[in-house]
């Protein structure tokens, strides 16, 4: 027995040795997997990065945060899912979301293998346009697709509305190929977006939207996107893009929602998620401003020009200029140009050369190349 204690404890010593070995060689390979699928589209190195935790209590820095409408099962578990559209809404907003509803139907999005909620919040005390509890308890029994905090609507809780939307879609949709962000009064063309969800070069750290570079902080106290020093110290917002829509992915989702508990709230939402976050992890996002229209003018040409000569809209995104209904009226009529072999379909061209919609809706429209927007456009997002 005495003279076996050696080797028993030389066996111990090398088994030991060789598992620390093999594990440092397995860290070493995960390491050089993780930063060669990180290179493949962008330069740099991502930061580590702190495990996803998806905790319902918390958000950011609010305390005693949770839902007061939830649908965890929404996305079910195994489906197989495109896109979670997840819509940034005022809760007293019915119009719009209805509006939606009706332009494209859960059994449309149920075909298209999308799912879509609605983010709100509790309206303030002193808002006479709220609706009640009672009422969004009722539109969820029948829609189910409504996801409230129990934070105070305001423009400056945006970011928490926002991050809310990330972390669900991180947590309950997890499985989804694609996170679409959007607002409530912003109208896309939904097939045309559809499509090109389908031609994506697809990859994790997918991240596209409006960019916008070397945007500045408003420091005049009259504007309504003013932000003092203290709230914002540097005199440039580093690059972002715009929250009216934006594309990416559950596991960007769930990294900002991450990132955002380390990181100062700040109020302008899409600076906060889709710039300083983002900067933080030092992911890059892909530009595809040529499919946004500040101006709601340019979908109602293109309703117009699509009944009269067949042209297809050269947008398609843009904000509803305060028409709920503009939702609807822009899809009822592009969506003919989307599916050619249906018995409805009209079969639609590019608009010629010379009859672009800058060019042909800017004489109708006064006030445009934009001044300011529409009224409703908060104007710091596209100027
Ligand atoms: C934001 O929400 C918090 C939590 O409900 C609330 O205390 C705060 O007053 C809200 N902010 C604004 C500007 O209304």
Not at 40 to 45: F, L, R, V
Not at 149 to 171: C, D, P, Q, V
Not at 308 to 319: E, S
Request: aromatic share 14%; charged share 25%; glycine share 4%.
């Amino acid at each position: 027995m005495e003279t076996n204690m050696p080797s028993l404890l030389k066996n111990f010593i090398s088994t030991f040795v060789t598992l620390v070995l093999s594990m440092t060689i397995l860290l070493i390979l995960e390491n050089i997997l993780e930063n060669q699928i990180h290179r493949g589209s962008h330069e740099e190195h991502p930061k580590p990065r702190a495990s996803w935790l998806g905790d319902d209590s918390k958000l950011l820095n609010l305390k005693n945060f949770k839902y007061l409408l939830n649908n965890p099962t929404k996305c079910g578990r195994e489906e197989e899912i495109l896109a979670i559209i997840i819509v940034t809404s005022y809760e007293a907003h019915i119009e719009t979301r209805s509006a939606m509803r009706r332009a494209i139907p859960e059994q449309e999005l149920e075909r298209l293998r999308i799912k879509r909620v609605f983010l709100l919040a509790v309206a303030p005390e002193t808002d006479k346009y709220a609706i009640s509890q009672d009422a969004l308890i009722n539109e969820q029994k029948r829609y189910g697709d409504l996801i409230q905090g129990n934070f105070i609507e305001a423009y400056r809780n945006l970011t928490y509305k926002h991050i809310m939307g990330l972390s669900w879609a991180g947590k309950y949709c997890s499985h989804a190929k694609y996170v679409i962000k959007m607002d409530d009064d912003i109208v896309i063309d939904f097939y045309k977006i559809v499509q090109m969800l389908n031609k994506f070069q697809y990859n994790r750290l997918f991240f596209a939207g409006y960019v916008f570079h070397g945007m500045q902080p408003k420091r005049d106290p009259a504007n309504k996107w003013y932000v003092t020093y203290y709230e914002y110290s540097k005199p440039m917002y580093p690059v972002f893009v715009s929250g009216w829509f934006y594309v990416t992915t559950p596991y960007v989702a769930q990294q900002l929602v991450n990132t955002g508990r380390f990181v100062p709230y700040f109020w302008i939402d899409d600076v906060y998620v889709t710039g300083i976050l983002m900067k933080v992890l030092k992911w890059k996002h892909s530009d595809i401003h040529e499919i946004f229209t500040a101006n709601s003018a340019f979908l109602e040409c293109c309703i117009r020009d699509f009944k009269q000569y067949q042209y297809d809209c050269d947008v398609a995104v843009g904000p509803n200029g305060g028409d709920a209904e503009l939702f609807v009226k822009f899809n009822e009529a592009l969506s003919k140009c989307r599916f050619h072999n249906s018995s409805e379909s009209i079969p639609c061209h590019s608009r010629p050369l010379g009859k672009e919609l800058t060019k042909t809706c800017v004489a109708e429209f006064k006030g445009f190349p934009l001044g300011n927007g529409d009224a409703k456009i908060e104007d710091y997002k596209l100027f």
